[in-house]
């Protein structure tokens, strides 16, 4: 059964620093997404991991994917308010299986 | 920008009614899901459906919920016996078919099972 953990679940940060989350997850997966949830709404995709190596980046976020470990990292750069949200990554099984398995998320919190 | 889209945006039903939930996904996908969030808690996988079938379903997707695309756009979920541990945030979910399996995701319906 594919487990995906996410750490922190919680994250308090002051506006201007960094900070990582991370994603381990249990089987091999070549997909790893991560979506930002504002509370009450639906899930927004920020990112799409297709390979063991890839970054990608947007404004002050930025993900990676390393498939030997297992494990996805989502780094915030000078955190600003406006990034206070949940952050939620999601795997899908080798095998053609097209379900998403999340994490349990992390309620990030930009204090100014 | 299309955008999967769902109706009601809150449900509230007594235990033991049936309920429909209506989703209109994007229109060029052509898979489509159901995910259910408790409150303060994780995204859960009910099912997805390709074809005209359902590929995949949890074991939380019991005899209880069906799923059907009755007509070329929307795609719905019924609970037949709503319990109160079914109230929860439903979302649903397309995408293209593809190595991506970007889902993209309607902004839910919210039922309240009292």
């Known amino acids: 059964e594919l487990k995906v953990e996410q750490n922190p679940l919680f994250l308090s940060m002051q506006e201007g620093k960094n900070y990582t989350i991370y994603c381990n997850y249990s089987?091999?997966?070549?997909?790893l997404y991560w979506y930002r949830q504002d509370p009450g709404k639906s899930l927004e995709s920020l990112f799409v991991l297709l390979s063991n190596g890839a970054v990608k980046q947007e404004g002050r976020l930025m993900a990676s994917l390393d498939t030997k470990a297992r494990l996805s990292t989502l780094h915030i750069t000078a955190a600003v308010h406006d990034l206070s949200a949940t952050y939620f990554c999601?795997?899908?099984?080798?095998?053609?299986?097209?379900?998403?398995?999340f994490g349990k998320g992390t309620k990030l919190t930009v204090n100014p | 920008e299309p955008e999967v889209t769902q109706t009601p945006s809150h449900q509230v039903t007594q235990m033991g009614q049936e309920v429909i939930l209506r989703c209109v996904p994007i229109?060029?996908?052509?898979?489509f899901y159901w995910y259910r969030q408790i409150l303060g808690q994780k995204v859960e996988f009910l099912v997805s459906f390709y074809n005209n079938e359902i590929s995949e379903k949890s074991e939380i997707f019991d005899d209880q919920f069906s799923v059907e695309r009755p007509d070329g756009s929307n795609f719905t979920l019924k609970i037949r016996s709503t319990k109160l541990e079914d109230s929860a945030m439903y979302f649903c979910?397309?995408?293209?078919?593809?190595?991506?399996?970007?889902?993209?995701f309607g902004p839910g319906t919210r039922l309240t099972v009292l």
């Open positions: 089987t091999t997966s070549d997909r």
């Open positions: 999601a795997v899908d099984m080798e095998g053609g299986s097209e379900k998403l398995v």
């Open positions: 979910a397309s995408s293209e078919l593809g190595p991506y399996n970007e889902q993209f």
């Open positions: 229109s060029n996908h052509l898979y």
